[in-house]
């Protein structure tokens, strides 16, 4: 009986309640009827207190630095630093949407808003060169997984807040994974472009100084991100210093030097940032309740004795982590995903000498993974409704790329210095 409010969680999710409020009230519901011993009031306390945090207002700031930087012109700049870079490639077009996407990481934060942009911007151009609109879609959602996984985005923000592990060594973890899945899917539009015939944006490679001018032109949507980083790694600021600082710059950008931020455009900023704040933190604090009660059952310690009763091979341990880990990912939406199972599973990986970091890296590519991958990825299902592509022909295009991004989740799992050689140097 002690896990029926897990086994509640999921009935209310797929009942398509949001999953805040499936958290919530699963939690609700134990402490109610099923543990006496627990006053409700110091529940919804639990879900007042859990806001409490400095950490946690690095998110609303990242949010609205996103929303910002796409007013502002950042993100037209980083879409023709992309075309300028990969445009003569074969499959130019597709290749400069997976080169956005990189880019966005330091933009966005987020898979669903750097897939729903590019479903609206990049997805009808595709179109009017030729390409396929399924096989638009699929690169776009494909693409939008290494958003995240690039920081500043939101759920490394997460991942070290459940983790209590540093911030700064978690965005420099996202780098090297981000950057191999780039280079993966771009290798997989170019084979699939070359049988299909789809052809290069750019007749011919843009020259030295072309590609000069067009980096000085892009200079500050650049500069942003890595900005953010070396701040943290010099200890200028924290990580929601960082963020404030974000958004802060990009206004400036936006207003001084691209001149596109104009006065009407703040009201839908501070909606977007409203809307992708409480929707994160909704579930941040529903979560943080819920795991009261995991913890009140002791269930993080049964789940990591029985996984470790499997095996006490952490190699092997990673390879069950992935395959529950991916499971995961294909029917919750990532943030979702990560604030659920990062709990139960980051205490098995603690104690097998897994490093926290590295885990960390290799948890959030594969919930990303996920989220593109049938039945219910959450990144299918907005490039879908989106671009008007029907789901059995996104399933058709997307296998090339799962599988490329899968070849990146093994390269990730078993090589951690690939992922740790950045945080290390911090």
């Not at 959602?141 to 690039?150: C, L, R």
Request: with cysteine; glycine share 8%.
């Amino acid at each position: 009986m002690e896990y029926l409010p897990v086994a509640i969680v999921f009935i209310l999710y797929f009942s398509s309640l949001p999953i805040a409020f499936a958290l919530f009230g699963a939690s609700i519901f134990y402490f109610t009827f099923m543990d006496a011993g627990m006053p409700t009031d110091l529940v919804l306390q639990k879900f007042i207190t859990a806001t409490a945090s400095f950490p946690l207002l690095a998110i609303p700031f990242f949010v609205m630095a996103g929303s910002v930087m796409n007013y502002s012109g950042i993100s037209a700049k980083l879409m023709q630093m992309a075309d300028v870079l990969t445009g003569h490639l074969t499959g130019g077009m597709a290749q400069v949407n997976v080169v956005l996407s990189t880019f966005m990481g330091g933009v966005s934060g987020s898979a669903n808003a750097d897939a729903a942009m590019q479903s609206k911007i990049l997805v009808p151009q595709m179109q009017e060169r030729g390409y396929s609109k399924a096989f638009s879609a699929a690169i776009t959602a494909a693409s939008s997984a290494i958003s995240p996984v690039i920081p500043p985005g939101i759920v490394l923000i997460i991942y070290a807040l459940i983790a209590q592990v540093s911030v700064a060594k978690m965005f420099a973890a996202g780098y090297a994974p981000g950057l191999i899945m780039a280079a993966v899917l771009m290798i997989t539009v170019a084979i699939i472009s070359k049988k299909r015939g789809y052809k290069p944006t750019r007749e011919i490679k843009a020259n030295s100084k072309e590609i000069a001018m067009q980096f000085i032109d892009s200079m500050w949507s650049l500069a942003l991100p890595f900005g953010v980083i070396l701040g943290l790694r010099f200890g200028l600021f924290t990580p929601t210093e960082a963020g404030a600082i974000a958004v802060l710059a990009s206004v400036l950008i936006g207003i001084f030097i691209y001149k596109e931020l104009k006065k009407e455009h703040f009201i839908p900023i501070m909606k977007d940032t409203i809307y992708g704040t409480g929707t994160v933190v909704l579930i941040i604090v529903s979560a943080s309740v819920f795991g009261y009660y995991l913890n009140w059952e002791q269930i993080p310690q049964r789940l990591t004795e029985v996984l470790l009763s499997l095996t006490q091979n952490k190699y092997v341990m990673l390879a069950i982590m992935n395959v529950l880990l991916l499971a995961m990912g294909m029917f919750l939406e990532g943030g979702a995903a990560l604030i659920i199972i990062a709990p139960l599973v980051v205490p098995v990986a603690t104690q097998l000498g897994i490093d926290p970091i590295h885990f960390g890296a290799v948890l959030i590519v594969n919930i990303m993974i996920g989220g593109v991958t049938p039945p219910f990825g959450s990144m299918m299902f907005t490039t879908c409704s989106i671009t008007g592509v029907t789901i059995g022909e996104f399933v058709k295009e997307i296998w090339p790329f799962i599988i490329a991004l899968l070849l990146t989740l093994l390269l990730v799992t078993y090589w951690p210095a690939v992922v740790l050689f950045l945080p290390n140097l911090l």
